[in-house]
């Protein structure tokens, strides 16, 4: 059982290593300053690209420009680069590799900087996953630098240059701002935000932010489908005396809650599926079959139980119509009146333990899901230490997800 979960957690875990984003509605500007309209996706999150890629539309294939090829490209309101030639500092962070001068270490490259704010006065950052740098820019000049660097000094500890306070104080005079608010701004993107949104508002200068709105989204699905169940119910003093418990299949309906997780492009969720589950059997065991002394025993297994699975699922999409996901999910469970009577024995009412199951589906325009789930096996006898049974199902599940 654990092996076969671990191994589904590193299927998990690989295709999120190899998953892409999805493209979203957006534009560009080529080098001709010819605005595109189109869908547009991102290779990295950690990184300002060099390179993007595009659709004119769902059905077309996808093309790349390079920053040779484009002078701006957007997506939706919340993304935004533009191509800059700028100064940047390429001084390490790294504690063990802090450089001995106070200086920043510039080298001029093209890039595409992402926009974070735009108004009277430009926010633009940088990164290229080792270091993250910030820019600014004042109406009618070029983009430049706000520096912030440690260093290595004399003595062998560590002092920090942080002119870019400097900066912000001439830029962004206005009388809502003090000299002592400025010294206090980190070189976070979220104070710098602060501070240039601060100055806009207090010039009464109208500005655009460019953030993407981390919210989830709460989805209810309607579940419905069919379970093979079976086990075999043994005495553990004597193995050899078993009760088979055929496969069976009985409907099962349920209805789920999911909530996407506000990262990846909602391809992370958690949920919840409270589930009406059934199985009544009765075997009849024949002994001395045929003889004088033939004789049964007739044994009845019912489990009726509901069932609140609780998980989380990835979605893979392979097309803006088409995607596949995988769940894993642990139970909690009420079984009632469940009981396993065997004749000439008595009757034990069910104790359940803990199951955990592995799923995977097909999603078709966000609304119809079909899944198949496999449950490792449910030990249902847990208040007794003569018998023993491992409720074992593998369930077929129709979903439809209910409108917004």
């Known amino acids: 059982?654990?092996?076969?979960?671990?191994?589904?957690?590193?299927?998990?875990?690989?295709?999120?290593?190899f998953a892409q984003a999805k493209f979203e509605q957006g534009y560009f500007i080529d080098d001709e300053g010819t605005r595109t309209d189109c869908l547009i996706r991102l290779p990295e999150r950690d990184r300002n690209p060099i390179t993007f890629s595009y659709r004119i539309n769902h059905e077309a294939i996808a093309l790349e420009l390079d920053i040779e090829q484009?002078?701006?490209?957007?997506?939706?309101?919340?993304?935004k680069f533009t191509r800059n030639t700028v100064a940047i500092d390429v001084s390490g962070d790294d504690m063990d590799r802090l450089s001995l001068q106070a200086l920043p270490e510039f080298s001029r490259q093209q890039v595409f900087l992402r926009v974070l704010l735009e108004g009277?006065?430009?926010?633009?950052?940088?990164?290229?996953?080792?270091?993250?740098?910030?820019?600014?820019?004042?109406?009618?000049?070029?983009?430049?630098?706000?520096?912030?660097?440690?260093?290595?000094?004399?003595?062998?500890?560590?002092?920090?240059?942080?002119?870019?306070?400097?900066?912000?104080?001439?830029?962004?005079q206005c009388e809502c701002i003090s000299l002592e608010e400025i010294s206090a701004v980190r070189y976070l993107q979220s104070d710098l935000l602060d501070v240039f949104a601060r100055f806009h508002d207090c010039s009464d200068l109208p500005i655009l932010v460019y953030k993407r709105e981390r919210r989830?989204?709460?989805?209810?699905?309607?579940?419905?489908?069919?379970?093979?169940?079976?086990?075999?119910?043994?005495?553990?003093?004597?193995?050899t005396n078993r009760i088979d418990f055929p496969r069976k299949i009985n409907p099962r309906i349920g209805l789920e809650a999911e909530y996407f997780l506000p990262i990846?492009?909602?391809?992370?969720?958690?949920?919840?599926?409270?589930?009406?589950?059934?199985?009544?059997?009765?075997?009849?065991?024949?002994?001395?079959?045929?003889?004088?002394?033939?004789?049964?025993?007739?044994?009845?297994?019912?489990?009726?139980?509901?069932?609140?699975?609780?998980?989380?699922?990835?979605?893979?999409?392979?097309?803006?119509?088409?995607?596949?996901?995988?769940?894993?999910?642990?139970f909690l469970e009420s079984s009632g009146s469940s009981f396993l009577r065997l004749e000439g024995v008595n009757t034990i009412s069910l104790h359940t333990g803990n199951d955990v199951a592995l799923g995977i589906g097909y999603q078709y325009k966000s609304r119809w899901t079909t899944q198949f789930r496999y449950y490792v096996g449910r030990r249902i006898l847990l208040d007794t230490s003569v018998w023993f049974a491992d409720f074992k199902t593998i369930s077929l599940i129709i979903g439809y997800s209910i409108p917004d």
């Open 70 to 79: 484009s002078q701006e490209f957007a997506i939706g309101d919340h993304t």
């Open 120 to 172: 009277e006065t430009n926010l633009y950052s940088y990164s290229n996953g080792s270091i993250r740098r910030f820019f600014y820019q004042r109406p009618g000049d070029e983009v430049a630098p706000l520096v912030y660097k440690r260093f290595r000094n004399a003595s062998g500890g560590t002092s920090t240059n942080a002119s870019f306070r400097k900066d912000l104080w001439n830029s962004l």
């Open 216 to 239: 989830g989204k709460f989805k209810l699905n309607l579940r419905t489908g069919i379970d093979q169940s079976h086990t075999t119910v043994m005495d553990e003093r004597f193995f």
């Open 264 to 330: 990846m492009n909602d391809q992370w969720s958690v949920f919840m599926e409270p589930t009406f589950r059934n199985y009544d059997h009765i075997v009849e065991l024949v002994f001395h079959e045929g003889t004088p002394i033939e004789r049964s025993r007739v044994n009845r297994l019912k489990y009726r139980s509901i069932q609140v699975p609780i998980g989380f699922r990835y979605r893979y999409r392979l097309a803006p119509k088409h995607q596949f996901f995988a769940d894993l999910a642990f």
């Open 1 to 17: 059982m654990k092996a076969g979960v671990q191994l589904f957690l590193l299927t998990i875990l690989s295709s999120c290593c």
